[in-house]
């Protein structure tokens, strides 16, 4: 399993304002749209869903072309998970892209999920509260091979905490936010990886103005088909 996050220097996704916070720039973003072209499935939360409205399609017609080529969907499955089911079926995540959309829902409110999204997308009982190895089990036996996690803080930690990560590609933007109530990239938690467990570095990329760094967060590293 792949997570992808871009930051300021200070860590953080967004910096509190209405206004979307550009963090990265054309070539990394094309760099990403490569990264989507080779997984199975994009997973987002639902407040990534609700308030950034991402389509998570690969942008690049010679990739869609490259993975219809191979018998696949143009663009990878998309993937969100949601604890009260509160997501507007006329989002950009449902209607856009002929992919699937699997939404994983807390028990209490799967009924009412199932009969607001039930006709845009897969809605899947994931348990109270959801677990993630049951939720990765149940991409597996949906054929997700390789399974990109893009957000937003609440994911990155939940799966880093669980272990689940395999590896990391983090983007850090040459600025700060310096607002100590806007979005980090992970919030508070028991991380595998501290000062006297350190993550793998495997690479470190300057993309123009931005840098990109590449940990191993497991064993599983580099096996393209794991989650």
């Not at 409205?53 to 949601?82: E, I, Y």
């Not at 829902?105 to 009969?115: I, N, Q």
């Amino acid at each position: 399993m792949l997570l992808s996050c871009a930051m300021s220097i200070d860590g953080y996704i967004h910096d509190g304002t209405e206004t979307r916070l550009m963090l990265s720039n054309d070539a990394d973003l094309d760099r990403v749209d490569a990264e989507r072209a080779g997984c199975d499935a994009i997973l987002v939360g639902a407040h990534t869903v609700r308030q950034d409205n991402p389509r998570l399609l690969v942008r690049s017609p010679d990739r869609r072309a490259a993975r219809t080529a191979r018998g696949l969907p143009p663009s990878p499955a998309k993937v969100t998970l949601t604890a009260h089911g509160d997501l507007d079926p006329e989002a950009a995540f449902f209607t856009a892209g002929d992919v699937d959309k699997i939404v994983y829902c807390a028990s209490p409110a799967a009924e009412e999920a199932c009969a607001r999204l039930g006709r845009v997308a897969t809605v899947v009982d994931a348990g109270n509260p959801i677990d993630l190895l049951d939720l990765l089990a149940d991409l597996a036996g949906r054929g997700i091979r390789r399974l990109m996690v893009e957000g937003g803080g609440s994911m990155h930690t939940q799966f880093l905490t669980a272990g689940l990560a395999d590896e990391a590609q983090l983007v850090v933007a040459p600025f700060f936010v310096g607002n100590s109530k806007a979005p980090r990239f992970v919030g508070d938690g028991d991380f595998p990886w501290n000062a006297g467990c350190r993550a793998t570095l495997v690479g470190v990329q300057q993309i123009e103005e931005v840098v990109l760094l590449r940990y191993a967060l497991s064993d599983r590293y580099g096996a393209r088909g794991g989650l």
